[in-house]
């Protein structure tokens, strides 16, 4: 058992340490060793967005030298190869290794602060989570430093373009195998939220009175579990075909190319929403400090957010209407599309009922929600146009659907990081950021993310194709493309700017007392940053705004803090899980593994990937040894009560 604390029917009962055969335990506290050993899940949160961030500067630089080649007709910055490249690993980067673990980022560094929990259910396969998406991560990025080169299959992977008859090198094999540990990732963090979630939250803290982010947190949990099975079913058999010489995809054989899309968007277009829903879950919990109210219909916000986890699956074939598929599942299909709109317009009308009437503070956070309501709107409307089957066989792989899908990611989820970042940013470093700086860096990035794909419905109506490297002068398409640009340049000096405002703060900025902008939720209750257990004493929840309820009933809340920090110190302190290596030992056996399958030559595949197997499974049985072990620590009481 690795869950720090059993359940939240008895959150005050320490599991008993056992005695176990321990090969080697760290015990630093501080230096590089205790991040590489580390089980917070607040340390774990602050690699996972540290990576992201990383990733996202990344596929940053990629997506302005794909705008570079675009900006003149006729250019030659790039090759062709070299700007199938760049689109390929802008679109995968982005998604896979930026968006994605920065919404984990949140989900393990505020999802157990606001449910009242001491750590993640399972610490250790938290850590082994992480280490698993950097193994996938570097996997995917190794062809940078190879003579193959990275993938240029699109991010997308179309079979049977990606099979050996035409991507014939290392490449293709690097960015399969990379997706699969991304994916093992994934699900590893997944059941451990949702374990989390249901079972250590602190007592009278009903599903109803869960924050709307945690609520999200644990819907994507789900919608990650069901939905990467079928990417993981399409790349094992793209696997198979390029290693074994099986037959999936390659048409010229009996293969079947529409199954790749079909396997492909059943996981694709759920992953929208992965990507979509921690973005809402911020922007509902932003919208109410700033508005001073609460949220404004709680049930039906949750509800909704449930729905459109669910309706996820049901329209993934929105992506292939020019395929083919008859006009009955067209029909099917563009219904459940439309259908899909109703809770997500459920939520806008939400927050602006939370907004109406409320005692409006236009602080930076606020700013960049705002902005996230009014660009994730217009990507909707342009996405409820494509429901339309003939509307989208005109759009289909035009630029206008790069529009619609940026103003939806970039404008819907981007901004809402963004917001995230700002706003907790006091709450994870104790420190506040000029609000003049904040606030000019979300100017420009919300000038220059309009300037830059704004124009792009129009190039799309104008009929210029996507994945296209260069165009003739005449067609039109010059004036869009350069102003496109120069948005692009625009939005980047943004970014830019806002990364170097949280780096200065984070080592220089002026320091702030807990609970900065007077929050209702739980996270806002503990001091600043949190401490390595969380809460002195568990809380007891009374109310859905469990801190704001708190604050309003000192008298009767101190008591009853009183009486649990007696029956801790009846247990000996607060249970706290030690430190392993034996995570990163497992992630390295399964990267040397990857490496072994997907890029060394066929005479040494065996031995690298044997090899890896046996680190992985030593990782794996030393990890066993370590049983539920962990110290107990005297937390500091007056932290209950600064």
Same mark, same amino acid.
């Given at each position: 058992?690795?869950?720090?604390? +059993?359940?939240?029917?008895?959150?005050?009962?320490?599991?008993?340490?056992?005695?176990?055969?321990?090969?080697?335990?760290?015990?630093?506290?501080?230096?590089?060793?205790?991040?590489?050993?580390?089980?917070?899940?607040?340390?774990?949160?602050?690699?996972?967005?540290?990576?992201?961030?990383?990733?996202?500067?990344?596929?940053?630089?990629?997506?302005?030298?794909?705008?570079?080649?675009?900006?003149?007709?006729?250019?030659?910055?790039?090759?062709?190869?070299?700007?199938?490249?760049? &689109?390929?690993?802008?679109?995968?980067?982005?998604?896979? =290794?930026?968006?994605?673990?920065?919404?984990?980022?949140?989900?393990?560094?505020?999802?157990?602060?606001?449910? #009242?929990?001491?750590?993640?259910?399972?610490?250790?396969?938290?850590?082994?989570?992480?280490?698993?998406?950097?193994?996938?991560?570097?996997?995917?990025?190794?062809?940078?430093?190879?003579?193959?080169?990275?993938?240029?299959?699109?991010?997308?992977?179309?079979?049977?373009?990606?099979?050996?008859?035409?991507?014939? !090198?290392?490449?293709?094999?690097?960015?399969?195998?990379?997706?699969? =540990?991304?994916?093992?990732?994934?699900?590893?963090?997944?059941?451990?939220?949702?374990?989390?979630?249901?079972?250590?939250?602190?007592?009278?803290?009903?599903?109803?009175?869960?924050?709307?982010?945690?609520?999200?947190?644990?819907?994507?949990?789900?919608?990650?579990?069901?939905?990467?099975?079928?990417?993981?079913? /399409?790349?094992?058999?793209?696997?198979?075909?390029?290693?074994?010489?099986?037959?999936?995809? *390659?048409?010229?054989?009996?293969?079947?190319?529409?199954?790749?899309?079909?396997? &492909?968007?059943?996981? #694709?277009?759920? *992953?929208?929403?992965?990507?979509?829903?921690?973005?809402?879950?911020?922007?509902?919990?932003?919208?109410?400090?700033?508005?001073?109210?609460?949220?404004?219909?709680?049930?039906?916000?949750?509800?909704?957010?449930?729905?459109?986890?669910?309706?996820?699956?049901?329209?993934?074939?929105?992506?292939?209407?020019?395929?083919?598929?008859?006009?009955?599942?067209?029909?099917?299909?563009?219904?459940?599309?439309?259908?899909?709109?109703?809770?997500?317009?459920?939520?806008?009308?939400?927050?602006?009922?939370?907004? $109406?009437?409320? @005692?409006? +503070?236009?602080?930076?956070?606020?700013?960049?929600?705002? #902005?996230?309501?009014?660009?994730?709107?217009?990507?909707?409307?342009?996405?409820?146009?494509?429901?339309?089957?003939?509307?989208?066989?005109?759009?289909?792989?035009?630029?206008?659907?790069?529009?619609?899908?940026?103003?939806?990611?970039?404008?819907?989820?981007?901004?809402?990081?963004?917001?995230?970042?700002?706003? $907790?940013?006091?709450?994870?470093?104790?420190?506040?950021?000029?609000?003049?700086?904040?606030? =000019?860096?979300?100017?420009?990035?919300?000038?220059?993310?309009?300037?830059?794909?704004?124009?792009?419905?129009?190039?799309?109506?104008?009929?210029?194709?996507?994945?296209?490297?260069?165009?003739?002068?005449?067609?039109?398409?010059?004036?869009?493309?350069?102003?496109?640009?120069?948005?692009?340049?625009?939005?980047?000096?943004?970014?830019?700017?806002?990364?170097?405002?949280?780096?200065?703060?984070?080592?220089? #900025?002026?320091?702030?007392?807990?609970?900065?902008? !007077?929050?209702?939720?739980? *996270? $806002?209750?503990?001091?600043?940053?949190?401490?390595?257990?969380?809460?002195?004493?568990?809380?007891?929840?009374?109310?859905? !705004?469990?801190?704001?309820?708190?604050?309003?009933?000192?008298?009767?809340?101190?008591? *009853?803090?009183?009486?649990?920090? +007696?029956?801790?110190?009846?247990?000996?302190?607060? @249970?706290?899980? &030690?430190?392993?290596?034996?995570?990163?030992?497992?992630?390295?056996?399964?990267?040397?593994?990857?490496?072994?399958?997907?890029?060394?030559? @066929?005479?040494?595949?065996?031995?690298?990937?044997?090899?890896?197997?046996?680190?992985?499974?030593?990782?794996?049985?030393?990890?066993?040894?370590?049983?539920?072990?962990?110290?107990?620590?005297? /937390?500091?009481?007056?932290?209950?009560?600064?």
């Amino acid at each position: 058992m690795d869950a720090t604390v +059993k359940s939240h029917f008895t959150p005050h009962e320490a599991p008993a340490p056992t005695k176990a055969a321990v090969f080697w335990r760290p015990t630093a506290k501080s230096g590089l060793m205790s991040w590489l050993t580390t089980v917070d899940h607040k340390k774990i949160g602050f690699l996972y967005g540290i990576f992201a961030l990383f990733f996202f500067l990344v596929g940053g630089v990629e997506a302005l030298l794909i705008r570079l080649q675009l900006a003149v007709p006729n250019n030659d910055i790039l090759t062709a190869a070299q700007y199938n490249t760049m &689109f390929t690993m802008h679109g995968t980067t982005m998604i896979f =290794l930026a968006v994605m673990p920065l919404s984990a980022a949140f989900f393990n560094y505020i999802m157990p602060l606001q449910i #009242g929990a001491r750590d993640v259910a399972f610490p250790r396969l938290n850590a082994f989570s992480l280490w698993t998406f950097v193994a996938g991560a570097i996997i995917i990025n190794l062809g940078w430093f190879m003579q193959d080169g990275p993938p240029d299959g699109g991010w997308f992977g179309y079979a049977p373009l990606t099979s050996k008859t035409f991507s014939a !090198d290392h490449s293709i094999d690097m960015w399969v195998m990379g997706l699969q =540990l991304l994916g093992v990732a994934s699900i590893a963090a997944s059941l451990n939220f949702i374990v989390t979630i249901i079972n250590l939250r602190a007592p009278g803290m009903t599903m109803m009175r869960v924050p709307v982010f945690s609520w999200m947190t644990l819907v994507t949990a789900f919608l990650i579990i069901l939905s990467f099975p079928a990417i993981t079913i /399409a790349l094992v058999e793209l696997m198979m075909d390029r290693l074994f010489g099986t037959n999936f995809f *390659e048409v010229s054989n009996g293969g079947m190319p529409v199954l790749w899309q079909h396997l &492909f968007w059943v996981f #694709g277009h759920p *992953e929208v929403y992965i990507l979509i829903l921690p973005a809402m879950g911020i922007i509902s919990e932003i919208l109410p400090t700033f508005s001073r109210k609460p949220l404004f219909g709680y049930p039906i916000v949750v509800f909704s957010g449930a729905c459109i986890g669910f309706l996820g699956f049901s329209v993934w074939s929105h992506h292939m209407f020019t395929t083919g598929m008859g006009t009955v599942a067209t029909a099917a299909f563009s219904l459940a599309t439309m259908a899909i709109a109703v809770p997500t317009g459920v939520k806008i009308f939400n927050w602006i009922g939370t907004i $109406w009437g409320g @005692h409006l +503070k236009m602080s930076t956070p606020m700013m960049f929600a705002l #902005g996230f309501v009014w660009m994730f709107m217009m990507g909707g409307f342009s996405g409820v146009m494509h429901a339309a089957a003939p509307a989208d066989a005109q759009q289909q792989d035009s630029y206008f659907v790069i529009a619609h899908f940026h103003y939806v990611l970039i404008g819907g989820s981007l901004f809402a990081l963004l917001a995230g970042i700002h706003y $907790w940013f006091p709450l994870m470093f104790g420190r506040k950021v000029s609000e003049f700086w904040g606030k =000019l860096s979300f100017w420009i990035i919300f000038a220059g993310f309009n300037i830059t794909f704004f124009p792009m419905h129009f190039l799309g109506l104008n009929g210029m194709p996507r994945r296209t490297f260069t165009y003739d002068a005449n067609l039109g398409w010059n004036t869009p493309n350069f102003i496109a640009t120069v948005g692009a340049f625009i939005l980047g000096i943004g970014v830019l700017i806002y990364f170097i405002v949280m780096i200065y703060t984070y080592a220089k #900025g002026e320091r702030v007392k807990r609970d900065y902008w !007077d929050g209702r939720t739980l *996270e $806002w209750s503990i001091p600043n940053p949190p401490p390595e257990y969380n809460f002195a004493v568990i809380p007891t929840v009374h109310a859905r !705004d469990a801190w704001w309820y708190e604050k309003h009933h000192q008298e009767e809340i101190a008591k *009853e803090k009183a009486a649990h920090a +007696k029956e801790d110190a009846a247990h000996g302190g607060i @249970h706290m899980p &030690f430190q392993s290596v034996y995570p990163l030992v497992t992630s390295i056996g399964i990267l040397i593994g990857a490496i072994g399958v997907s890029v060394v030559d @066929h005479g040494h595949k065996l031995p690298v990937a044997l090899a890896g197997a046996a680190v992985m499974l030593a990782g794996i049985y030393l990890w066993a040894m370590e049983g539920n072990e962990g110290y107990h620590i005297q /937390a500091d009481q007056e932290d209950s009560h600064k």
